[in-house]
């Protein structure tokens, strides 16, 4: 993406410099492939800045996206052994939260409830600088995680932590207060043409 | 993204398996940011594959994405150190071919081909499982990469190479070609209320 210049300049009382460093707010939505790979991307660039990164998945099956997992979880390592990049902390809905000593909550509801408290208690702490909240548009769909709550903790949030989140369907609120919002749109899919998935490509 | 069922069953004379494992040709086009970072999300599954990648970046700054190759440059090593994950080549324009003994090519467009030139011999010799030709709609868009020959070489490519292209205003006949095309839209950039770009997000 070629360097732009901004459009407006905004009467906010901030210095270019305080207005380029703020937490940024960001959304993949749409139907298409696309949101958690370009999520997982832009944590890509928060490792390489050392960033603390928390990854908390809101999705039923262990299955998907191992991909990504592994690949940050060497990247985390080489973090602890060298100090190269950030911090990774992944943290699975789908096996039980990480920090729950049981196993998988039967009910979803609660479950997905239990992971947004502990991003809430993670971002009044400061604990990570880039989140990565993947699929957390459908807890918030489906009434399991109050909007207006996720809404009200991210405009105040402390420091300078970007919180990315990814799902189909994001709530008109919720764009409206992200400061980058992406649609994943579909061209073309193999099903389409009748392919299934495929290792390397969907997980 | 959940489990599918192809709406269609094609009669190519393929099995389920061998249609699953088809190499494809994925396109990352549109407007908006997420294109070239989804494509290096996707290369985090071929790395967890195990398979080798060649990135090449048809980019005149070597300024921009340096968070990937960063992150990407520590699993290759990892890869080399450990045997973890595919190995990684990265190969930038900007910073003149990595098998070229002199400084960056002057002539753009010569650079330019002489980057298809290598993915050519590359494809043909089966080097990498997994492609990613970053910016490279651009070249073709400027007739600088004859079309056609990419069309040619990526249907007649061996064995079971994924190509990513990405890059704005894909070629209509690129598309048609492509198995699976996602299009970036924007909904909202922090450049429209005066943001400029910052690290960690852009870089």
Known sequence: MPQGQPSVVPSDGLTTRQRRNRALTIVH?????????????LALRAWNQGWPIGVFQFVKSAKWKVGEEAAFRALGELHEQTGQGGSVSWH????????????????HAEAAREGWRQIKRDLAAETYRCYVL?????????????????????TNRPGQ??????????????????DLVVEMTKVKHPMDAGQKGQRGIEW
């Open 29 to 41: 939505t749409g139907e298409m492939k696309g949101k958690s790979t370009a999520a997982f991307g």
């Open 92 to 107: 699975k809905m789908g096996e039980g939260w990480s920090w729950i000593q049981r196993g998988p909550e039967e009910d």
């Open 134 to 154: 993947d699929e957390f548009t459908y807890p918030m769909k489906w009434g399991w995680v109050d909007l207006g709550d996720v809404l009200d903790t991210l």
């Open 161 to 178: 932590q970007h919180v990315i989140i990814t799902g189909r369907n994001a709530a008109p609120e919720l764009v409206a207060a992200a």
